[in-house]
């Protein structure tokens, strides 16, 4: 007989990693799915549209944090996991407004596990083996990488330099002692720099592509030679889903693209492909978009990851490279305009002058604003 598909809690989901991730287990009907996301600014209903008739995805505007609803939808729905995406993900905002970062990642997923544990000691031994409460977390809980050291592993000591980077390292923490005390069975992944579709374009890429689309500077902090390692999103959306079904219970894995780039590289690389792909473009070449401006206060100069365990434990790699991932998401957002335009909102507009106009406070301000239209 066939095994009825399970139901998962996903928090979060209308968010970018967490809306490819849903839009992607529906599809491939590995699972019912139970999205609760509060909306913020970086959620958005419509990244969901393609499922909006579908029975088996039941979205609740809440909040991670409200315990009375996180236990109503345990009572109700009885999820066999936990996926916990819910979280404010930019370094940049947790510069300007810590506070939110602590109540959402650090609170509000001490409140997940509080009623994840009470869930998961009132089930019976068969359906506790089956459970499993998935943390997804950053590489910048480790800190910042010396030029020539070695990517960071699994056993790397947490160093977090900016208030998100904190509170995503005392989350994991967290999720680390449910386990060890209470014996819930967790699974932590620590994820380098995601691109690709449905991302909200206050971070590096989807911004370039949208400002060197409309012909608008490229703000590049400090010298752009700080590095990150970049994933394409479905490629971290398939490890999770690994994880979740063979990750052994109570380990940390490692999840990254195996691209480490400079900044300066990617924005390069876009202006590249925009000028392949708009070769009538009144802004060729792109590149000359390119603004040099004030560097982020304690802006990690490398990240980078050694992915050996989920390759060796799980058969796990990337298929995307990076440049055929980075033309398909310069692609995706040059043809859906009409998403761009939802997302970009009043408090997208106050978001931009905020941080890149001529009032930015002087530690994030840029030097040469002016030419921030
Ligand atoms: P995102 O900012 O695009 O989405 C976050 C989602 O969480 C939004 O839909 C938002 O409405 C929702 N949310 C925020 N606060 C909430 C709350 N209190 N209750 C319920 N929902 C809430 O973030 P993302 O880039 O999709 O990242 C998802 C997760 O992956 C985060 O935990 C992040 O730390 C982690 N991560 C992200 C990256 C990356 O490059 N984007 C890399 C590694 C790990
Ligand atoms: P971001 O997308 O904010 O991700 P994170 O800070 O989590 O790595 O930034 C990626 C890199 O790009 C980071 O080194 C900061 C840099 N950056 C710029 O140079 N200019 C920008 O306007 C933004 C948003 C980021």
Known sequence: MREESPTWLVTGGAGFIGSNFVLGQRAAKTARIINLDKLT????????????????????????????LVAEIFRRHRPQAVVNFAAESHVDRS???PQVFIQTNVVGTLTLLEESRRYFEGLSADERDKFRFLHVSTDEVYGSLEPEAPPFSETSPYAPNSPYAASKAASDHLVRAYHRTYGLPTLITNCSNNYGPLQFPEKLIPLMILNGAQGKPLPIYGDGKNIRDWLFVNDHCEALALVLKQGRVGETYNIGGAAELANLEVVTAICGILDELRPDSPFLPHASLITFVKDR???????????????RELGWRPRESFMSGLAATVRWYLAHQEWV???????????????YGPEAPKHTGTERTSCIR
């Open 41 to 68: 600014y970086a959620g958005n209903l419509r990244s969901l549209e393609p499922i909006k008739d579908d029975p088996d995805h039941v979205f609740v505007h809440g909040d991670i944090g409200e315990s009375p």
């Open 341 to 355: 335009e939802s997302v970009q909102t009043g408090e997208y507009q106050q978001w931009i002058k905020k941080h």
């Open 297 to 311: 206060p304690g802006h990690d100069r490398r990240y980078g990851l050694d992915t050996a365990k989920i390759a």
């Open 95 to 97: 510069i300007y407004g």
